[in-house]
């Protein structure tokens, strides 16, 4: 059974710093893109990040450009989202999910998704 | 790159047929086939309905169904059923080797 479990969420002061975490499970994990969506309360989906099976390609939406950095480890089975210079307007829910390919070849939609972690930024 | 246009609420009674439209761009679904729908229950992580356009998931039900013309997607639902009111939103890859989402349409069924 494919699993994807976000942690590290909480609450951060603005300017600060977070970093999340997805530990995934029951598929090949290092064979696939992965991605980053949140959602802030009351709002629809926003798409954040993705990174290639390899590391070796990966995009971030231009609001995050410059503060927020996705990354993995494929020997951990992770995935991670190391957020900066936090503002009021990240706070939202993140969601792991996997695929979502960039210009390298994979699956252009995202078939699994975790259940979600909270981050608040507020003062 | 700015999210695709849905529209915000679509309704219909148990039996009928809904669609529900998913307008972007010629830098996204207006050239890419990668236009995918997912269904969100409050509270709950949004699950995929439809892949490439028009391809069901396996345990996805058949009354749900997929098209694309011009820049314009739609998801149509067939047999409308109490358990399909939620949350639907549409993504497209774009050109910049990036995903946008739409706005999101909220599903009633009367």
């Known amino acids: 059974e494919v699993q994807l479990v976000e942690s590290g969420g909480g609450l951060v002061q603005p300017g600060g710093s977070l970093r999340l975490s997805c530990v995934a499970s029951?598929?090949?994990?290092?064979?696939?893109?992965v991605t980053w969506v949140r959602q802030a309360p009351g709002k629809g989906l926003e798409w954040v990040a993705n990174?290639?099976?390899?590391?070796?390609?990966?995009h971030h939406v231009d609001s995050v450009e410059g503060r927020f950095t996705i990354s993995r480890d494929n020997a951990k089975n992770s995935l991670y989202l190391q957020m900066n210079s936090l503002r009021a307007e990240d706070t939202a829910v993140y969601y792991c999910?996997?695929?979502?390919?960039?210009?390298?070849?994979?699956?252009?939609?995202?078939?699994?998704w975790g259940q979600g972690i909270v981050v608040t930024v507020s003062s | 790159q700015s999210a695709l246009t849905q529209p915000a609420s679509v309704s219909g009674s148990p039996g009928q047929s809904i669609t529900i439209s998913c307008t972007g761009t010629s830098s996204d679904l207006g050239t890419y086939d990668y236009v995918s729908w997912y269904q969100q229950h409050p509270g709950k992580a949004p699950i995929l309905m439809i892949f490439d356009v028009s391809n069901r998931p396996s345990g996805v039900s058949n009354r749900f169904s997929g098209s694309k013309s011009g820049n314009t997607a739609s998801l149509t639902i067939s047999g409308l059923q109490a358990e399909d009111e939620a949350d639907f939103y549409c993504s497209s890859y774009t050109s910049s080797g990036t995903y946008v989402f739409g706005t999101g349409t909220k599903v009633t069924v009367l």
């Open positions: 990174i290639k099976s390899d590391g070796n390609e990966k």
């Open positions: 029951g598929f090949t994990f290092s064979s696939y893109w």
């Open positions: 999910a996997r695929g979502g390919a960039g210009y390298s070849f994979g699956r252009r939609y995202f078939d699994y």
